[in-house]
């Protein structure tokens, strides 16, 4: 086997997504495998630089992870003809400038969502990207996620008949930080850092509706920010400016209507930290991140409304296991491996800048909603 390199300056891998998900369970993980293995004889090895503000951290988790390569110099990295794919998992407010100046290097690019922090922004990215000739890709990894896997397996089988309705509850409770630290970093609680609920993940509602359902055709959201105060990390407290909870109606290509309530101000009484249920003609599904239970409509019970008697039947008990009848890798893995796949050889790759403006497209509109009070269309975008 030849080994064709690819080397990738990573942004961001101080941080959560960057380090665990992007560097250790994809990029360090695709090594452990020996590679990818592109099918024609050669093996495509991926071989990171570490890119970031303070060089300490850097040094830090190249010595822990055996690597040789880091830079807090951007410019000199982009500068660099032997760096092939400019990777972004920086705080969303920081990203546009880096992704337009590596478009204008050259290099291909991979990003973590939101593209930008506006639909101007996220356009623009995706059309000098088209018009520099460059690969780009969005991370888009709850697509990949197993529970949505087998979600789309049966949509695929035709399990639903005509499908209804997507019910999606996500969210868990993020500690103020005062008592308890929050498990999130803060700027994800200030707007003026780029922070917010709707920010953060009505891009992955857009992709999953879209990619599983069909194209949002209007959004009608009502925003909150119900913790007013929060404490950062160094325990100094601080006004939420940003949104921390989000009640969102979608109405979808083929009437299906999506409403999706998404929170870091719930406590979690389900299965799954996010989890949607579909209702269709002939069956339903509840899917998660890893599980996904049905219940067709031949096996459907037929309760009667009595409030004046206690529950006869377990409902959930009543509902059919879907077997994974596959091995599930990373979903962030999985993605990155299908990136890369394109870079080395052109094969086909649909999550890009123009499907990451859609994201920002929808956030922006679902946030003109919660302040206005008003449903808006979404209109379809272009190159
Ligand atoms: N795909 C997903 O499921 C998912 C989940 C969480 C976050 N994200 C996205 O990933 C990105 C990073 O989120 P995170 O939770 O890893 O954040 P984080 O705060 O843990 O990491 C942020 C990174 O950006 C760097 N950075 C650059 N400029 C900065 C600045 N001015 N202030 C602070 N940090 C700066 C930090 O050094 C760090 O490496 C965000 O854009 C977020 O929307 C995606």
């Given at each position: 086997?030849?080994?064709?390199?690819?080397?990738?300056?990573?942004?961001?891998?101080?941080?959560?997504?960057?380090?665990?998900?992007?560097?250790?369970?994809?990029?360090?993980?695709?090594?452990?495998?020996?590679?990818?293995?592109?099918?024609?004889?050669?093996?495509?090895?991926?071989?990171?630089?570490?890119?970031?503000?303070?060089?300490?951290?850097?040094?830090?988790?190249?010595?822990?992870?055996?690597?040789?390569?880091?830079?807090?110099?951007?410019?000199?990295?982009?500068?660099?003809?032997?760096?092939?794919?400019?990777?972004?998992?920086?705080?969303?407010?920081?990203?546009?400038?880096?992704?337009?100046?590596?478009?204008?290097?050259?290099?291909?690019?991979?990003?973590?969502?939101?593209?930008?922090?506006?639909?101007?922004?996220?356009?623009?990215?995706?059309?000098?990207?088209?018009?520099?000739?460059?690969?780009?890709?969005?991370?888009q990894d709850k697509l990949f996620l197993p529970g949505l896997l087998k979600l789309k397996r049966?949509?695929?089988?035709?399990?639903?008949?005509?499908?209804?309705?997507?019910?999606?509850?996500?969210?868990?409770?993020?500690?103020?930080?005062?008592?308890?630290?929050?498990?999130?970093?803060s700027w994800n609680y200030r707007a003026e850092d780029g922070g917010g609920i709707v920010v953060?993940?009505?891009?992955?509602?857009?992709?999953?509706?879209?990619?599983?359902?069909?194209?949002?055709?209007?959004?009608?959201?009502?925003?909150?920010?119900?913790?007013?105060?929060?404490?950062?990390?160094?325990?100094?407290?601080?006004?939420?400016?940003?949104?921390?909870?989000a009640y969102g109606i979608f109405e979808l290509e083929g009437g299906i209507v999506a409403q999706?309530?998404?929170?870091?101000?719930?406590?979690?009484?389900?299965?799954?930290?996010?989890?949607?249920?579909?209702?269709?003609?002939?069956?339903?599904?509840?899917?998660?991140?890893?599980?996904?239970?049905?219940?067709?409509?031949?096996?459907?019970?037929?309760?009667?409304?009595?409030?004046?008697?206690?529950?006869?039947?377990?409902?959930?008990?009543?509902?059919?296991?879907?077997?994974?009848?596959?091995?599930?890798?990373?979903?962030?893995?999985?993605?990155?491996?299908?990136?890369?796949?394109?870079?080395?050889?052109?094969?086909?790759?649909?999550?890009?800048?123009?499907?990451?403006?859609?994201?920002?497209?929808?956030?922006?509109?679902?946030?003109?909603?919660?302040?206005?009070?008003?449903?808006?269309?979404?209109?379809?975008?272009?190159?």
């Amino acid at each position: 086997m030849t080994r064709k390199t690819v080397r990738i300056a990573m942004n961001g891998v101080t941080g959560r997504m960057g380090y665990r998900q992007h560097l250790v369970r994809s990029i360090l993980a695709i090594r452990e495998e020996g590679g990818i293995d592109l099918g024609d004889g050669s093996v495509l090895w991926p071989e990171p630089v570490l890119v970031g503000r303070r060089e300490q951290a850097l040094k830090a988790i190249a010595e822990r992870h055996g690597l040789d390569s880091w830079t807090t110099d951007l410019d000199a990295v982009l500068a660099d003809e032997s760096i092939d794919v400019y990777f972004d998992s920086q705080v969303t407010s920081a990203r546009e400038e880096a992704l337009k100046k590596a478009i204008a290097a050259g290099k291909h690019l991979y990003t973590e969502k939101p593209t930008a922090t506006g639909l101007d922004g996220a356009l623009e990215l995706a059309r000098s990207a088209q018009a520099a000739g460059v690969k780009h890709g969005v991370v888009q990894d709850k697509l990949f996620l197993p529970g949505l896997l087998k979600l789309k397996r049966l949509i695929d089988g035709g399990f639903f008949g005509r499908i209804l309705s997507v019910r999606g509850e996500f969210g868990y409770w993020v500690f103020e930080g005062d008592w308890q630290e929050a498990q999130r970093p803060s700027w994800n609680y200030r707007a003026e850092d780029g922070g917010g609920i709707v920010v953060d993940m009505f891009p992955h509602w857009e992709y999953v509706l879209h990619g599983l359902f069909g194209r949002v055709r209007t959004v009608q959201a009502h925003a909150a920010t119900h913790i007013p105060q929060r404490w950062d990390e160094r325990r100094k407290p601080y006004d939420a400016t940003a949104d921390d909870s989000a009640y969102g109606i979608f109405e979808l290509e083929g009437g299906i209507v999506a409403q999706i309530n998404s929170s870091w101000a719930v406590r979690v009484n389900r299965d799954e930290l996010v989890e949607f249920q579909v209702d269709g003609t002939e069956g339903s599904a509840v899917a998660g991140l890893r599980r996904c239970r049905v219940q067709h409509r031949s096996a459907t019970p037929k309760p009667v409304w009595n409030p004046d008697l206690p529950a006869t039947e377990t409902f959930r008990d009543q509902w059919q296991e879907v077997p994974d009848n596959e091995e599930f890798d990373n979903g962030f893995k999985s993605q990155w491996e299908l990136f890369l796949r394109h870079v080395a050889t052109g094969a086909p790759y649909d999550w890009d800048l123009l499907a990451g403006a859609r994201g920002v497209q929808l956030a922006e509109l679902g946030l003109r909603s919660s302040t206005e009070g008003r449903r808006f269309d979404v209109p379809e975008l272009s190159l």
